[in-house]
């Protein structure tokens, strides 16, 4: 199927197709570099951005990129499509045994290329194509499982509905409230440039380093205690979180800076090489902060969606992004 795109002033509105490159003249800004690592736009200049789109009748709720490929989850199926056109795609509409893909909520992907897929009834590990399932009988918290990270030493981690748990030498182990985590219920998990993690809950935020845990709340600098999204920048070290209804909440390494009413339903948080921020909502779409101002106009951003799951960074700078539109990733807006 031909591909169809709409080009307005920059803008990319993207229809159901195949996927496919695009290459887009897009006006835009360079940026001096502040203390912060964030300023106002200083000078314009016109750019290629290329895009790709992986289409999907239904949204994205969720993906996790591997070395050859990208890994996404819609309502009917967990799908793997390499990056080269030549691949194979593979679409799993069953996690093994352990339920539908309707029921997934996160996924990740460790060292070896091997796939974690997080649902509600516990987490597989997929291994060419079979999953390995994992309950609260395999030692998992709970079985409702929240977002799924993998650290450079091949560490798992998962934040269930009932706590953390962690998977290392063959065996799932929750972290025990003694250690200094006492959240119950955790939505996010973050690695920092330094191999820290960081967790979102019910009861705030927690940062486990040198295996120690420091908590922050509403007592230490927090808007308020229910933390629901999260990101790292490596760039500034500064840790952004989606709280309450609408507040972003920012830590530069001293105290937290509060932003209120930013926007409804954050549910994901990317920084690009830049350190500009992007808050991706479930019902509002996509919001970019540079520094300065909040940014939710489509034809600055330069995607119309309206909605955004879940973002991540490659390595190269690129941006992914989770929409109702399918997988789109836009080719790193900042190549110099």
Known sequence: MRPTIIKSAGLMVLLPAVLFCVSAKQHSTARQTSADNTSADSMSYDFKIEWKLFSSAEPIKAFALAQNGVWYVTASAVVFQGYAKTTTRKEFPQIGKLTSAADV????????????????????????????????????????????????SGVVYAGTADGLCRYAGGAWKGVDAKSGFNAKVVFDLALDGQGNLWCATNNGIFCQSGGRWQSFTTANGLSYDDAHA?????????????????????????????????????????????????????????????????VNDPHKTGMAASSVNAMQRDGSGNLWFATDKGLLCMNNPYPY
């Open 105 to 152: 909520t996160c996924i990740a992907v460790d060292a070896a290329g091997s796939a974690w897929v997080g649902t509600s009834a516990g987490c597989a590990r997929e291994n060419n194509g079979a999953f390995t399932p994992f309950t609260k009988a395999e030692g998992l918290c709970d079985n409702d499982v929240k977002k799924i990270v993998v650290d450079k």
């Open 230 to 294: 999260l990101a790292c920048d490596p760039k500034s070290g500064k840790i952004w979180a989606a709280v309450g209804e609408k507040d972003v909440n920012c830590y530069d390494g001293k105290s937290w800076k509060v932003f209120m009413d930013v926007m409804n339903n954050i549910v994901s948080i990317m920084t690009d090489t830049q350190s500009r921020i992007w808050f991706g909502s479930a019902t509002v779409g996509l919001l970019k902060f540079n520094g300065e101002e909040w």
